[in-house]
């Protein structure tokens, strides 16, 4: 191998056209490229839902547990249903879990619950949304309640989806 030549001589000042990098994208919390720019929504992958659906079966055959699989829905473009989706989403369990479906519409797990618990804790946590945001009018959301239990253990998402939408949501 040869010797590598050095040399101690200035740099050259750039003279060519300058060139801005556009980045068409943006990043996450930890800094990995995201998959949606700022500001466009976010919808899970399908196969998520039935990940949820598996996880309330498993917990219902495994183990005894009632789980209820929540429809939360809201008028088309209503700019505020997505920030209900999202305080909603901070005040769950750590073991609950929220499918966004589209911008207005979104289905929650809620594990160890019957039906009347979840609605309990849902009408709680919309409270808190209204006394944290008020406004002249309530936020337009529908409720619809799924219950996976021992004897529900074949729950497709052909049979949760029709009965947690099947209200629509309250007027303004």
């Not at 050095?6 to 003279?15: K, Q, Y």
């Not at 073991?95 to 009347?116: G, W």
């Not at 008020?134 to 619809?144: E, N």
């Amino acid at each position: 191998m040869g010797a590598r030549a050095t040399t101690n001589a200035a740099p050259r000042p750039f003279d060519g056209p300058i060139r801005t990098l556009q980045i068409r994208g943006s990043f996450d919390d930890n800094g990995h490229m995201a998959t949606n720019p700022p500001g466009s929504p976010s919808y899970d992958d399908p196969r998520r839902l039935r990940d949820l659906l598996e996880r309330a079966r498993g917990l219902a055959a495994d183990h005894q547990l009632t789980s209820v699989m929540v429809g939360l829905a809201g008028f088309e473009g209503d700019p505020i249903f997505p920030e209900i989706v999202n305080f909603v989403e901070s005040a769950l369990r750590v073991d609950d879990s929220v499918f966004h479906m589209t911008r207005e519409r979104a289905v929650l797990l809620l594990t160890d619950v019957d039906q009347e618990r979840a609605d309990q804790i849902l009408q709680r946590i919309l409270e808190d949304f209204r006394e944290s945001f008020p406004s002249t009018a309530p936020p337009a959301v529908a409720l619809g309640y799924f219950e996976i239990s021992e004897a529900s253990p074949d729950a497709s998402a052909k049979d949760v989806l029709p009965r947690v939408f099947a209200a629509p949501p309250k007027s303004h």
